[in-house]
């Protein structure tokens, strides 16, 4: 199964946790970048955090991976005042995409990214969800964040192969159902052929 994880990360934090995610399930990374980023330090949580409650645009750098190319797309970034930063909602804008298995996880100082994923679930529409993660700031927290990104790439393996299955049960009905048509489309054939010769 071709899965990408697609992510912003402005401190590290979550560039950390994409990159287990990566190794765990064997999925290709794309980092997004922007080109009017905010300053570090202070100017993050006031021009990033602005940006990010205004909705406003990130210039972001052209991508080399692209999710309709992928079964399933990983989506994972820093929270910034309670939401998305600018990059992750623009890409999100610039590439939309449906009928995708995906899976999300968000970086935050309080541990508490539910805004943030809510608003990506909004932005999802029409992808199947199977997991989501909410870490917090992983890089001062390795030990148990790494614990938890496991555990979270485990249950997303243990997806894959559940939505697999119920993908062969699927072709395999939709087979059945296919064979009976023809069957009974056969047998009309033959049974109004009879009466002809009759």
Known sequence: MKTLVVY????????????????????DLLQL????????????????????LKGEKAILYRINKHPEDYDVVIIGGPVWAG?????LREFMIQHPFERKRTALFACSA??????????????????????????????????????????FCDGLLGA??????????RAGAAAEDVVKEVENELAS???AELKKRK
């Open 110 to 151: 309080s541990g508490n990214a539910s805004r943030m994923l809510d608003r990506l679930k909004t932005m999802l529409a029409g992808n199947e969800i199977l997991g989501e993660l909410s870490l917090k700031s992983p890089l001062k927290h390795k030990d148990k964040c790494t614990a938890r990104i496991e555990e």
């Open 83 to 87: 939401t998305l930063p600018p990059a």
């Open 33 to 52: 970048k922007a080109g009017n980023e905010p300053p570090s330090g202070l100017g993050k949580y006031l021009i990033g955090g602005r940006a990010a």
């Open 160 to 169: 894959f192969s559940m939505s697999e299955e119920a993908a062969v049960e």
């Open 8 to 27: 912003y990360s402005f401190e590290g934090n979550t560039e950390y946790a994409a990159k287990i995610i990566a190794q765990k399930l064997g999925a």
């Open 189 to 191: 054939i033959v049974t």
